[in-house]
């Protein structure tokens, strides 16, 4: 069991009630928005050169998810830099396409908002155009809060000031703050604000560390 999720269930008993919910949105809720997997498959559905495809991503993405360009901006500098035999459209609808929600997590998630009365935030790293599609296609509106998105506010994890803009927009103090990521690294980060981490790594152990948990 990874040590991010040991310390977590050892601090949790000192910890404050817990008010308020961060949760990340790809590996929590849904699916990766735009992950190696689904990029793997784009590139054998649509013949495309692998390495090429994969350089000019790893060198455009994170300028795309921090909000400085736009998706077509995206799609330009990484596939329709020539011509292809498909369109645009064709492109971003297999895009989209690659997102399933995690039901259970939704559902579990509605539930503790529910019987809590928690607020819930997504904070996460989505490009504008991905994130909105997801949120909409999947109804995150009907139970979160506010979205703390890093194309929507400029910064990206692991920068600590993504969580500072989540926590100014929730006027709640960090201990009261539970934050669900898969990624322990950012758990680690948010950590260092005061924001009690749970590492999640599937459905069952976070529903087992819930359990330990002082909700309001």
Same mark, same amino acid.
């Given at each position: 069991?990874p040590?991010?999720?040991?310390?977590?269930?050892?601090i949790?008993? =000192?910890?404050k009630?817990?008010?308020?919910?961060?949760t990340?949105?790809?590996?929590?809720?849904?699916?990766?928005g735009w992950?190696?997997t689904s !990029?793997?498959?784009a590139?054998?559905?649509?013949?495309?050169?692998a390495?090429?495809?994969? &350089? !000019?991503?790893?060198?455009?993405?994170?300028?795309?998810e921090?909000?400085?360009?736009?998706?077509?901006?995206?799609?330009?500098?990484?596939i329709?830099?020539?011509d292809r035999s498909?369109? !645009?459209?064709?492109?971003?609808?297999? =895009?989209?396409?690659r997102t399933?929600p995690?039901?259970? =997590?939704?559902a579990?998630?509605?539930?503790? $908002?529910?019987?809590?009365?928690?607020?819930?935030? @997504?904070v996460?790293n989505?490009?504008? &155009?991905?994130?909105?599609?997801?949120?909409?296609?999947?109804?995150?509106?009907?139970?979160?809060?506010?979205f703390?998105?890093s194309?929507?506010?400029?910064?990206?994890?692991?920068?600590?000031?993504?969580? $500072? @803009?989540a926590?100014?927009?929730?006027?709640?103090?960090?201990?009261?703050?539970?934050?669900?990521?898969?990624?322990? =690294?950012? @758990?680690? @980060?948010?950590?260092t604000?005061?924001i009690k981490?749970l590492?999640h790594?599937?459905?069952?152990?976070?529903? &087992?560390?819930l359990?330990?948990?002082n909700?309001?």
């Amino acid at each position: 069991m990874p040590s991010a999720f040991c310390s977590f269930t050892v601090i949790i008993v =000192m910890a404050k009630t817990i008010t308020t919910i961060f949760t990340d949105l790809g590996g929590v809720l849904l699916t990766n928005g735009w992950s190696r997997t689904s !990029r793997a498959e784009a590139i054998q559905f649509f013949g495309l050169d692998a390495e090429d495809t994969e &350089e !000019r991503h790893h060198l455009t993405f994170d300028t795309y998810e921090v909000g400085k360009i736009t998706l077509d901006d995206y799609l330009n500098r990484v596939i329709f830099f020539k011509d292809r035999s498909f369109t !645009r459209e064709d492109f971003r609808a297999f =895009m989209y396409s690659r997102t399933q929600p995690y039901d259970d =997590m939704i559902a579990l998630v509605k539930q503790l $908002k529910a019987q809590h009365k928690l607020r819930i935030a @997504v904070v996460s790293n989505e490009g504008r &155009e991905l994130a909105e599609y997801r949120i909409r296609q999947f109804k995150l509106h009907d139970f979160v809060d506010f979205f703390i998105v890093s194309s929507f506010v400029h910064f990206r994890k692991p920068d600590v000031d993504i969580f $500072k @803009v989540a926590l100014d927009t929730a006027q709640v103090d960090p201990s009261e703050v539970l934050y669900l990521e898969d990624r322990p =690294m950012f @758990v680690q @980060v948010a950590e260092t604000l005061g924001i009690k981490g749970l590492h999640h790594i599937d459905y069952m152990s976070t529903v &087992e560390v819930l359990k330990q948990i002082n909700f309001s």
